[in-house]
């Protein structure tokens, strides 16, 4: 049977209408690791909200009920064969589980573990069964699993159509899945590169001057950002997963290379000293052509549906308008989304009223509880995953053993130490409140933090915000509605 009958019997089995789907350029930010403590460079992938895996190596159509997939090249994914690419269902590569009503709220290098080794069993059996793939923690197949545990992601969307999607998994799927990654003329960047170039011709494309003759991930988000506003039937939109609160170091932003020359403390001061004569066309290529801020695209271009992490969006919808993937925001709703100033101004004031009570009330000590209280829990406890994914830490210093609910569906479960659970929601919302917004969850996100603290067992949390929280004319609710 031609390949061309195989798309035309596809193509039939849809709705007459046209059907939508997703393409995205995934920016992950950097994490002081490996080469990244130099480069600063990060990370990059493809996002796909119509392609799912068969398997890890293998592509296909997704199902109504699925969510789309991440692929992504590394150095080496450590597996028994030396594969080139990996793909995994989205909510996977974001919180390492399948249902994102059981994502972690709290991240840490032990619960990481846990949902990979829950993966690797659910998904690898097959290409992992070396003692190098299933021990090491330099096999990279581990980063597809919870990578915003690690750190903060933001994707750079726009529309496919189902044809381009049967194209790609055709190519996929026939040719060799094998590793060149070199890190100079093929690495992840020129991986993301291939895969949104088969989609849209040349929309994506190395910057050689700024990151002297390599492609960087933070050049590929920014070249399909600026092929993305020229073409506006692409509808293009960005997404942010900010980095879980934990004890997992913090990410930093992506940088090109004469972004990070000159911005980088540790190596501006060898180049003043070594190569003082290179350092103004460093600063002059970088502030004339090699600025890009993706904190700035998304407050211009925010998506409604993908800050809602509670229900990651499907791979098609009812109706006779099939659509897939993350759906635009308009410009009334942006400052709801991404949230103003003085919206995170009066949450902050609001968490400072609460925190005070917290210690009235003897819930907590003082305020140092919550700045240490990750680690102390960390130190304390043993982190399980039951057959949903959804978290415990099982507590062996407390009477009674009691164990912690440490995902979004079951931290109040009746089985889950009611106060230590309440404490982890404070200590999660302030760690949001302080960070920087590029590490910091959407407004829409930071609502349903607010939920948790309404669902705590102690106090009216409602009652005690609107005491707290100065007069706004009516425009804010804190009770996340």
């Given at each position: 049977?031609?390949r061309g009958?195989?798309l035309?019997?596809?193509?039939?089995?849809?709705?007459?209408?046209r059907?939508?789907g997703?393409v995205?350029v995934v920016?992950?930010?950097s994490?002081?690791?490996?080469?990244?403590?130099?480069?600063?460079s990060?990370h990059?992938?493809v996002?796909?909200?119509?392609v799912?895996?068969?398997?890890p190596?293998?592509?296909r159509?997704?199902?109504?009920d699925?969510?789309?997939?991440?692929?992504?090249?590394?150095i080496?994914?450590?597996e028994?064969?030396p594969?080139?690419?990996?793909a995994v269902?989205l909510?996977?590569?974001?919180?390492g589980?399948?249902?994102?009503?059981?994502?972690?709220m709290?991240?840490?290098?032990?619960?990481?573990?846990?949902l990979?080794?829950?993966?690797?069993e659910?998904?690898?059996?097959?290409y992992c069964?070396?003692?190098?793939?299933?021990?090491?923690n330099k096999?990279?197949?581990r980063?597809?699993v919870?990578?915003?545990?690690?750190?903060?992601?933001?994707?750079?969307?726009a529309?496919?159509?189902?044809?381009?999607d049967?194209?790609?998994?055709a190519?996929?799927?026939?040719?060799?899945?094998?590793?060149?990654?070199?890190?100079v003329?093929w690495?992840?960047?020129?991986?993301t590169?291939?895969?949104?170039n088969?989609?849209f011709?040349?929309?994506?494309?190395?910057?050689?001057?700024?990151?002297?003759?390599?492609?960087s991930?933070?050049?590929?988000a920014r070249?399909f950002?600026?092929?993305a506003?020229r073409?506006?039937?692409?509808?293009?939109?960005?997404?942010?997963?900010a980095?879980?609160?934990?004890?997992?170091?913090?990410?930093s932003e992506?940088?090109?290379?004469?972004?990070?020359?000159y911005?980088?403390?540790?190596?501006?001061?060898?180049?003043?000293?070594?190569?003082?004569?290179?350092?103004?066309?460093?600063?002059?290529s970088?502030?004339?052509?090699?600025?890009?801020?993706p904190q700035?695209?998304l407050?211009?271009?925010?998506?409604?549906?993908?800050?809602?992490?509670?229900?990651?969006?499907?791979?098609?919808?009812?109706?006779n308008?099939?659509?897939?993937g993350?759906?635009?925001?308009?410009?009334?709703?942006?400052?709801?989304?991404?949230g103003?100033?003085?919206?995170?101004?009066?949450?902050?004031?609001?968490?400072?009223?609460?925190?005070?009570?917290a210690?009235r009330?003897?819930?907590?000590?003082?305020?140092?509880?919550?700045?240490?209280f990750?680690?102390?829990?960390?130190?304390?406890?043993?982190?399980?995953?039951d057959?949903n994914?959804?978290?415990?830490?099982?507590?062996?210093n407390?009477?009674?053993n009691?164990?912690v609910?440490?995902?979004?569906?079951?931290?109040?479960d009746?089985?889950?130490?009611?106060?230590?659970?309440?404490?982890?929601v404070?200590a999660?919302?302030?760690?949001?409140?302080s960070s920087?917004?590029h590490?910091?969850?959407?407004?829409?996100?930071?609502?349903q933090d607010?939920?948790?603290?309404?669902?705590g067992?102690?106090?009216?949390?409602?009652?005690?915000?609107?005491?707290?929280?100065p007069?706004?004319g009516?425009?804010m609710?804190?009770?996340?509605?």
């Amino acid at each position: 049977m031609s390949r061309g009958l195989v798309l035309g019997l596809v193509l039939a089995c849809l709705p007459a209408s046209r059907a939508l789907g997703d393409v995205g350029v995934v920016l992950n930010e950097s994490m002081d690791t490996s080469i990244d403590r130099i480069t600063g460079s990060g990370h990059t992938a493809v996002y796909l909200s119509r392609v799912c895996p068969e398997t890890p190596v293998r592509l296909r159509l997704c199902r109504a009920d699925e969510q789309g997939s991440v692929i992504s090249t590394y150095i080496t994914l450590g597996e028994d064969q030396p594969f080139e690419w990996n793909a995994v269902p989205l909510s996977v590569y974001l919180y390492g589980v399948e249902n994102p009503q059981y994502r972690p709220m709290v991240g840490s290098q032990k619960i990481k573990h846990v949902l990979e080794e829950r993966y690797r069993e659910k998904y690898l059996s097959a290409y992992c069964e070396s003692e190098s793939c299933r021990t090491s923690n330099k096999a990279e197949w581990r980063e597809m699993v919870g990578a915003s545990l690690s750190r903060s992601i933001y994707m750079f969307v726009a529309e496919t159509t189902v044809e381009q999607d049967l194209d790609l998994i055709a190519q996929f799927n026939s040719l060799p899945n094998k590793n060149h990654f070199n890190g100079v003329t093929w690495n992840c960047a020129d991986f993301t590169r291939r895969i949104v170039n088969a989609y849209f011709p040349r929309a994506t494309g190395p910057d050689y001057i700024n990151d002297f003759g390599i492609t960087s991930p933070k050049a590929i988000a920014r070249s399909f950002t600026r092929y993305a506003l020229r073409h506006p039937e692409t509808n293009f939109r960005v997404v942010h997963y900010a980095q879980i609160p934990g004890t997992i170091k913090r990410s930093s932003e992506c940088r090109e290379a004469t972004e990070q020359l000159y911005r980088s403390k540790k190596l501006l001061v060898p180049m003043l000293i070594f190569a003082n004569h290179v350092l103004p066309f460093v600063a002059a290529s970088y502030l004339f052509t090699g600025r890009f801020n993706p904190q700035r695209e998304l407050e211009k271009h925010p998506s409604v549906e993908a800050t809602e992490t509670g229900d990651l969006p499907l791979a098609s919808s009812g109706g006779n308008h099939v659509r897939s993937g993350l759906e635009p925001t308009s410009s009334q709703a942006e400052a709801e989304v991404v949230g103003t100033s003085e919206a995170w101004k009066e949450y902050r004031s609001a968490f400072d009223a609460l925190v005070a009570r917290a210690v009235r009330e003897e819930i907590i000590r003082n305020r140092s509880d919550l700045k240490n209280f990750f680690q102390r829990l960390d130190e304390a406890g043993t982190p399980v995953a039951d057959s949903n994914g959804a978290l415990w830490i099982e507590l062996s210093n407390r009477e009674g053993n009691p164990r912690v609910g440490l995902s979004a569906s079951n931290i109040y479960d009746p089985g889950s130490d009611s106060q230590i659970a309440y404490e982890l929601v404070l200590a999660r919302t302030g760690r949001v409140l302080s960070s920087p917004k590029h590490s910091r969850e959407t407004m829409v996100e930071f609502k349903q933090d607010w939920d948790l603290l309404e669902h705590g067992d102690f106090y009216d949390v409602n009652t005690l915000l609107r005491a707290a929280t100065p007069a706004s004319g009516g425009s804010m609710s804190f009770n996340g509605r």
